[in-house]
């Protein structure tokens, strides 16, 4: 009955030693592959986002350039060549923010991003009309129109962009430090069950020696039983001679 009790214990340590080391590995994988979603959220969708925005500010600010560039140009090819460019910008503009919209935005950059295109609104007719006036060199009051009403929403623009751009980034921060904490976490969790199963594998080699004494103690004792037994048959069967 012992023995078959030992043999019991034996074999439980040993299944519940690969038990753990089972659960160590399913939980390092599953915490890694967390850790690694993350990640890729941090790469994709945060950096992704902050590229469109800043792509999308430089579009404004090189549109404004552009404008003030074919005002102060002479030659009339060049300026249609810049017109071309300033048209252009406006698609690009238009692409841009489709693309920013499907990569998902939360409630503020809705807010913040509504703000922009309603200035853009209020600026995009603007823009058409003086660069329709630069381009049939109907220069009066073009340039003061432009520093007075078009260059100040301009601003404010861009100021919405630097807005929202650090809003990301700071939601990018954020991200980064949910993947620490739950690397932390992970490492903290694989340290654990790491002690468990060494602390299994203790218990169960200290049992296996323990019970391998008693059982060569027990051996030890029947030996000496059996001597002492053989002997006093020995020294009985001298004195019946």
């Known amino acids: 009955m012992t023995r078959h009790n030992s043999r019991y214990l034996i074999a439980s340590g040993f299944v519940l030693m690969l038990a753990l080391m089972v659960a160590l590995a399913a939980v390092g994988l599953t915490r890694m592959a967390a850790i690694n979603q993350h990640m890729e959220l941090i790469a994709h969708k945060h950096n992704v986002k902050i590229d469109l925005l800043l792509s999308m500010r430089n579009i404004v600010r090189e549109?404004?350039?552009?404008?003030y560039a074919m005002y102060l140009m002479d030659d009339a090819f060049q300026r249609e060549d810049e017109f071309t460019r300033f048209t252009d910008m406006a698609g690009e503009f238009i692409r841009l923010r489709e693309q920013l919209v499907q990569t998902g935005l939360d409630r503020q950059e809705q807010d913040v991003l509504e703000k922009i295109l309603a200035l853009?609104?209020?600026?995009?007719?603007?823009?058409?009309s003086l660069v329709d006036k630069i381009i049939r060199e109907d220069l009066a009051g073009v340039k003061e129109?432009?520093?007075q009403k078009d260059l100040p929403l301009e601003r404010q623009i861009l100021l919405y962009f630097d807005e929202v751009t650090d809003h990301e980034r700071q939601a990018t921060r954020e991200?980064?430090?949910l993947a620490s904490q739950e690397y932390q976490q992970a490492l903290e969790m694989l340290l654990l069950l790491g002690f468990s199963v060494i602390v299994c594998g203790v218990l169960i080699a200290w049992y296996v020696i323990y019970r391998t004494r008693l059982i060569e103690s027990a051996l030890a004792q029947e030996k000496e039983h059996a001597e002492i037994t053989l002997h006093s048959v020995g020294d009985a069967v001298i004195a019946a001679d």
């Open 63 to 67: 549109r404004s350039i552009s404008m």
């Open 120 to 128: 853009i609104r209020r600026t995009q007719p603007m823009q058409v």
């Open 145 to 147: 129109e432009m520093h």
């Open 175 to 177: 991200a980064v430090a």
